[in-house]
């Protein structure tokens, strides 16, 4: 497997072979496109009780969707999690796999954006869930629109679909 650098991402995306809708250029950078956080998330509910994690265990039992409106935030206290979906739907042909990852200049505020699962299967066509948690001191404000992570692209070797719960 090798890393699509910005110019072959940009030929990926002219041939099809990646989709990001909707995409700015001025995202593509030299190994990587920066996806924006849309304005659904999943806040977790203050609960004292056990959740038990098996193959069955649902994240939406513990969670409650909220919206937040263009130019508005939402806050994420030191130690909390919330899940954010990126603006951008990401398709990705059976041979082109990725790996979502944080940006450097978020993570020095203590801001990890994608834990720990950021591997994306080849074939998928849907928005990102991010689990986004705040690693530092202070109170973190995330407003939609902001540059959030980024995707990293890489090519495989053979070709396979994502069939897994959250295909949309």
């Known amino acids: 497997m090798a890393i699509l650098i910005g110019d072959e991402i940009k030929k990926a995306i002219n041939d099809g072979f990646i989709k990001i809708e909707p995409l700015d250029e001025a995202q593509i950078g030299p190994g990587s496109v920066d ?9 977790f509910k203050k609960q004292s009780e056990i959740y038990y994690i ?14 937040i409106a263009d130019g508005e935030y939402i806050v994420i206290n030191p130690g909390e999690m919330t899940l954010g979906v990126t603006k951008e739907k990401i398709i990705l042909a059976e041979n082109i796999a990725g790996w979502l990852e944080g940006r450097s200049r978020f993570a ?4 990890a954006v994608h834990v720990p699962a950021g591997f994306i299967q080849p074939g998928i066509s849907n928005h ?15 407003y939609p629109g902001t540059r959030i992570c980024q ?12 069939q897994g719960k959250f295909i949309k």
């Open 151 to 162: 995707f990293v692209f890489e090519r495989c070797q053979g070709r396979a679909k994502y």
């Open 54 to 67: 098996k193959n069955d265990a649902n994240f939406e039992d513990i969670t409650e969707l909220i919206k």
């Open 128 to 142: 990102q869930v991010l689990e986004i948690v705040n690693l530092g001191r202070a109170p973190l404000a995330l």
């Open 108 to 111: 020095r505020f203590g801001l």
């Open 35 to 43: 996806l924006t956080l849309g304005n659904d998330f999943r806040i």
